[in-house]
């Protein structure tokens, strides 16, 4: 009796085309909940700038339990935890203004402005 990889190779190759297709469905929400948490990120007192980095940003996530990355320019990241609590993505807030100067500049060369 011999080994067949066959039946394994196909189980594998079909489990990660469909886990692809999950993430590409999952990255189009993420943008739609990015939008709508900036939306009302903005209405908090002294938000100049909401910005949606990361994976889900740039559209490569790997994994389906991807988190939404967004920083805040202005404002107070703490009020803002309490907008983005109730998201279906887990959320990674963080202030702008306290980022290293060369993360800022990644942030504002690649990710996007809401």
Request: cysteine-free; aromatic content about 8%; proline content about 3%.
């Amino acid at each position: 009796m011999t080994f067949d990889p066959a039946p394994y190779i196909e189980h594998y190759k079909s489990e990660n085309e469909r886990e692809q297709r999950l993430i590409k469905a999952r990255l189009a929400e993420a943008k739609v909940e990015a939008d709508k948490l900036a939306e009302r990120l903005h209405k908090l007192e002294g938000v100049r700038v909401v910005w949606f980095f990361g994976s889900a940003a740039r559209g490569d996530a790997t994994r389906v339990d991807f988190d939404l990355d967004l920083a805040l320019e202005g404002g107070d990241v703490h009020r803002g935890l309490d907008v983005v609590e109730d998201s279906s993505f887990a959320v990674d807030l963080v202030s702008f203004d306290r980022l290293p100067a060369s993360f800022q500049a990644l942030i504002r060369q690649h990710g996007i402005r809401l």
